[in-house]
């Protein structure tokens, strides 16, 4: 059983930046394969950046070059460096967490606003 607890979600200007943290509870941390989501209201639930047990990263073609995510193994922690932040980027944040099973986080709102 893994329990994942999100943080750092917040009210940011456009144009600013946030750093998300997702601190996960349980073994074998490093395992796993890592993931954000968010969902903004009346929407789907949307893949915003994924990180593997080995490094690996991918992002969709809305949020390259602005967002980052890692890893800190040592921590049980994931984080997502979200910078030049857009009204459009409001959402709930959701981190995921998959080896055998997917977990998720309970979210963390995020709104960009002026």
């Known amino acids: 059983q893994v329990q994942l607890v999100e943080s750092g979600g917040g009210l940011v200007q456009p144009g600013g930046s946030l750093r998300l943290s997702c601190a996960a509870s349980?073994?074998?941390?490093?395992?796993?394969?890592m993931g954000w989501y968010r969902q903004a209201p009346g929407k789907q639930r949307e893949w915003v950046a994924a990180?593997?047990?080995?490094?690996?990263?991918n992002y969709p073609d809305s949020v390259k070059d602005r967002f980052t995510i890692s890893r800190d193994n040592a921590k049980n922690t994931v984080y997502l460096q979200m910078n030049s932040l857009k009204p459009e980027d409001t959402a709930v944040y959701y981190c995921r967490g998959s080896l055998v099973r997917a977990y998720w986080g309970q979210g963390t709102q995020v709104t960009v606003s002026s």
């Open positions: 349980g073994s074998a941390f490093s395992s796993y394969n």
């Open positions: 990180i593997t047990s080995g490094g690996s990263t």
